[in-house]
């Protein structure tokens, strides 16, 4: 089965849209799909925000980091124990590589 990934490029939006987008974008995502972000600075606010909301459901990949651009991916996963009837019960969990 292939990876779902959805591309989602920041930088020529405003600021104030950009987290925003984001979270709608992973709001629609299922378990397994994944959102390759490409950004114009560090996104560890971003990160933080993650970790803060969406504990145990993601893991967080760099591709790139900077100078220029920060290229990464946000999966959205499940524990197999946070599983039930096909349902994703829990948060999520971070990687870095």
Not at 13 to 42: A, M, S, Y
Not at 50 to 69: H, S
Not at 70 to 97: D, M, P, T
Request: aromatic share 12%.
């Amino acid at each position: 089965m292939a990876e779902n990934i959805e591309v989602l490029d920041l930088r020529p939006l405003p600021p104030v849209e950009r987290h925003k987008q984001i979270f709608e974008r992973w709001e629609k995502l299922t378990p397994g799909d994944t959102l390759k972000i490409i950004n114009d600075h560090e996104p560890k606010p971003l990160y933080y925000q993650f970790e803060a909301e969406e504990k145990g459901r993601f893991e967080w990949e760099y591709e790139e980091q900077g100078p220029v651009d920060w290229v990464f991916k946000i999966k959205r996963i499940y524990k197999s124990s946070q599983k039930l009837n096909g349902e994703c019960k829990s948060r999520h969990a971070i990687v870095h590589s």
